[in-house]
């Protein structure tokens, strides 16, 4: 059997437990603390939250707890339910709830949380990311506009980034593209005046990398082997990468430009297209 873990946040009952009859003695600090250590033996943790019962209960805690894969879940659950743990008294450890009926957004994971997940499941050398290009469109547009003359507090430092992400040894790579912007005037106060567009570069990378593994798809097999999948058919991601491309084409002024024409080929080139390991 396979076991998909997209690079999204979870929201499925599959990947949530709840764990209720925690004691009252330690601080919910604590609590989370001896949780975390607990179930992250299961597998990698999306979030560990402790919260007090209501008043009308025991005096205690409970605890929501997701993981990034309904398997590591489901095991987690049938290995700690009705256990004592690290107290005295048992606890007990459901599922959560499903929600079939209704619709979620998936939400993207930041390019943060889309490393550790790449990380834990591929090794910090199974995968690596090729930045193909770092353009600065403020720089482009002045170019393009000589005649014309915008105020400071209206211009704004923009850079877009074009990048791959590339599992070398699953001959799986994945496109990404991402804009930033900052205001100029903004620019002049604290850090970002020693460090002028460096912030917005870094921004717009993770942008591109977050970009780039929204259409990657972890498979895990029964053994516990993993692999990768790429899904450029995904109609949140495409839609979401055209508006970053299109917002270029805006800001350039000039579909038809050299500048435009160079960026837009970059998503032409044959190395970017990666074949799907399998059918998802």
């Known amino acids: 059997m396979l076991h998909f873990v997209p690079f999204a946040v979870p929201f499925g009952g599959d990947e949530s437990l709840l764990v209720w009859e925690l004691s009252s003695r330690p601080t919910a600090e604590a ?19 402790v919260f007090p019962n ?11 707890i997701k993981f990034y894969s309904a398997r590591d879940a489901h095991r987690a659950q049938k290995a700690c339910n009705q256990k ?9 450890v459901r ?15 930041n390019s943060s949380r889309c490393q550790e997940l790449a990380n834990y499941y591929f090794g910090f050398h199974g995968w690596s990311k090729r930045i193909i290009k ?12 000589e ?35 900052e205001p100029l005037d903004k620019l002049e106060e604290g850090l970002f005046s020693r460090l002028p567009g460096k912030v917005t570069q870094k921004l717009a990378i993770q942008k591109a990398m ?21 899904r450029p058919c995904e109609e949140v991601t495409d839609a979401r990468t055209k508006e970053e491309l299109q917002d270029f084409i805006q800001v350039c ?9 160079e960026f837009l080929g970059l998503f032409q080139v044959p190395s970017l297209v990666s074949r799907p390991l399998f059918e998802v």
């Open 84 to 92: 004592q743990l690290f107290q005295t008294s048992p606890v007990k």
């Open 31 to 49: 609590l989370q603390r001896s949780l975390f250590t607990v179930f992250s033996r299961f597998g990698l943790l999306y979030l560990v939250r």
């Open 54 to 64: 209501a008043t009308v209960a025991s005096s205690g805690f409970f605890a929501i």
């Open 210 to 230: 977050t970009d780039a593994f929204q259409k990657l798809l972890i498979v895990v097999l029964e053994s516990g082997k993993t692999a990768v999948a790429y």
């Open 253 to 261: 002024g000039d579909k038809n430009s050299r500048g435009t024409q």
């Open 147 to 181: 005649d014309i003359v915008t105020p400071l507090q209206k211009q704004s430092l923009k850079f877009c980034c074009a990048l791959e992400v590339v599992f070398t040894s699953h001959e799986c790579r994945s496109p990404g593209v991402g804009m930033a912007e």
């Open 134 to 145: 770092l353009r600065d469109l403020y720089n482009l547009e002045e170019r393009e506009n």
């Open 95 to 109: 599922l959560g709830t499903r929600h079939k009926a209704v619709q979620h957004n998936t939400l993207a994971l």
